[in-house]
C-alpha cells in the first residue's frame, strides 16, 4: 500500500506564492509520474502538471510560466512551487503518484486559497 501525504496549501493573496509538497511512503516500488491535479467547487477535477521519473515535465496552459513541478527521486517526493497566484487557482490540490502496473494514488487534497 501506498501512502501519500500533502502539505503546504494555504490561504495567500493574489500574486502570492505557496509551496506544495507530496511524499510517498509505504511499498514504494517503480514510482513512474507523479503529478498535481486540482478541483475546484462545482468543477471537474483538472490536470496541473507531472514530472516522469526522468524529470520530464507537462503542463496545463492556464499555469505555464507560473507554476513549476519537481521532485526528489530520493525522497519520493514532488513539489509544486506556484507563484503569481490567481483567484481563479483557488481549489483543493490533489497530488498524485502512477506506478508501473499500472497503479495509482491520490493524496488527500490540500486546500489552496486565492484572495483577490
Known amino acids: 500500500q501506498v501512502q501519500l501525504v500533502e502539505s503546504g496549501g494555504g490561504l495567500v493573496q493574489a500574486g502570492g506564492s505557496l509551496r506544495l509538497s507530496c511524499a510517498a511512503s509505504?511499498?514504494?516500488?517503480?514510482?513512474?509520474?507523479m503529478g498535481w491535479y486540482r478541483q475546484a467547487p462545482g468543477k471537474q477535477r483538472e490536470l496541473v502538471a507531472t514530472i516522469g521519473s526522468d524529470g520530464s515535465t507537462n503542463y496545463a496552459d492556464f499555469v505555464k510560466g507560473r507554476f513549476t513541478i519537481a521532485r526528489e527521486n530520493a525522497k519520493n517526493t514532488v513539489y509544486l512551487q506556484m507563484n503569481s497566484l490567481k483567484p481563479e487557482d483557488t481549489a483543493v490540490y490533489y497530488c498524485?503518484?502512477?506506478?508501473?502496473?499500472?497503479?495509482?494514488?491520490w493524496g488527500q487534497g490540500t486546500q489552496v486559497t486565492v484572495s483577490s
Open positions: 509505504g511499498s514504494i516500488f517503480r514510482l513512474n509520474a
Open positions: 498524485h503518484a502512477n506506478f508501473v502496473g499500472p497503479y495509482n494514488y
